[in-house]
């Protein structure tokens, strides 16, 4: 069982990334998924939650209108679709399945930095 993340990367402010979550190992269309950060110094933070079937979204208030989660049940993926980045929206994000209890995957940087 594991999710694997990919996708960040080094982005100027007003950029845009994509990142991506493999899940296997589970039946993934049945659980809620979820990225979360963590910036230095700071505490890991929960950014957006898609339901199982991918028709309900939660987004923290900082990325609403910014940031879009999706997921594709019949490829075991779940995407976040960064936009209008912030240098403050510099961080690790971690892909994270509700699969007995919490599955997190090892994390991928996102740098926002001109």
């Known amino acids: 069982v594991q999710v694997v993340e990919s996708g960040g990367g080094l982005v100027q402010p007003g950029g845009s990334l994509r990142l991506s979550c493999a899940a296997s190992?589970?039946?993934?269309?049945?659980?809620?998924m979820s990225w979360y950060r963590q910036a230095p110094g700071k505490e890991r933070e929960l950014v957006a939650t898609?339901?199982?079937?991918?028709?309900?979204?939660y987004y923290v208030d900082s990325v609403k209108g910014r940031f879009t989660i999706s997921r594709d049940n019949a490829k075991n993926t779940v995407h976040l679709q960064m936009n209008s980045l912030r240098p403050e929206d510099t961080a690790v994000y971690y892909c994270?399945?509700?699969?007995?209890?919490?599955?997190w995957g090892q994390g991928t940087q996102v740098t926002v930095s001109s």
């Open positions: 898609i339901n199982s079937a991918g028709g309900t979204s």
């Open positions: 994270v399945a509700y699969y007995s209890g919490r599955i």
């Open positions: 190992g589970f039946t993934f269309s049945s659980y809620a």
